[in-house]
């Protein structure tokens, strides 16, 4: 399945209403709109979460869009968000099983729309190395974090909701897993980078 048919899976799960003025669906839209904003900008970035599985696995539905990009360039995913009508939520997460990376959350591109992007953003090695391996995609213009990347993301995912105290972020952790478990089962990864770019954050990886 491409990119392009995620996109149009997820609007058929979660069933958004789109935008009248454009033919297009939300998170199509979101998707598009972050893409062109942050490419215009210069921002080296990273497509992560729930689209960017189509690029190895079969993927699910889902909700919101997930980047990465280097701390150095926070104030220009702001300004070019925010400049193409995306609302910036007033506070920003901290990952500390990121290694304290900064999670930049916004809404749009236009009035009312449902779709939330995450910008994660942090200037240590695993980030580094994550935009630094991953691979161009033509279709969609612009880059897709590995899949060794992925792999840890979903497993560290898993660990930090499993253990929440919120009742909705703990019956997520079951999406987590599953993806976790697609990707090891794909063997499409590295061992040998995903050991040491997992080393990057602190965890030891072993089959």
């Known amino acids: 399945m491409s990119l392009l048919e995620a996109l149009d899976l997820s609007e058929l799960q979660i069933k958004m209403n789109p935008d009248n003025d454009n033919p297009e669906s939300q998170l199509t839209v979101a998707f598009k709109t972050t893409a062109h904003a942050l490419n215009n900008a210069g921002v080296d970035f990273a497509l992560v979460g729930g689209i ?14 997930d980047f990465i990009a280097l701390a150095k360039d926070k104030i220009s995913v702001i300004k070019a968000l925010t400049s193409v009508g995306f609302k910036r939520h007033p506070k920003s997460g901290v990952l500390k099983s990121l290694g304290n990376a900064e999670c930049l959350m916004f809404k749009g591109p236009f009035p009312n729309a449902n779709v939330r992007v995450d910008i994660i953003i942090s200037d240590n090695e695993f980030f580094r190395m994550s935009i630094q391996r991953a691979k161009y995609n033509p279709a969609v213009k612009l880059k897709i974090a590995p899949i060794e990347t992925l792999i840890v993301l979903k497993y560290l995912a898993f660990e930090d909701r499993s253990l929440s105290i919120n009742e909705d972020e703990r019956n997520k952790s079951g999406n987590d897993w599953s993806d976790y478990r697609k990707l090891i089962s794909s063997r499409k990864y590295n061992y040998k980078f995903l050991q040491h ?10 089959r």
């Open 197 to 206: 770019l997992a080393s990057k954050l602190g965890l030891a990886w072993r």
């Open 52 to 65: 960017a599985l189509a690029q190895y696995i079969e993927p699910r539905g889902t909700k919101d869009l």
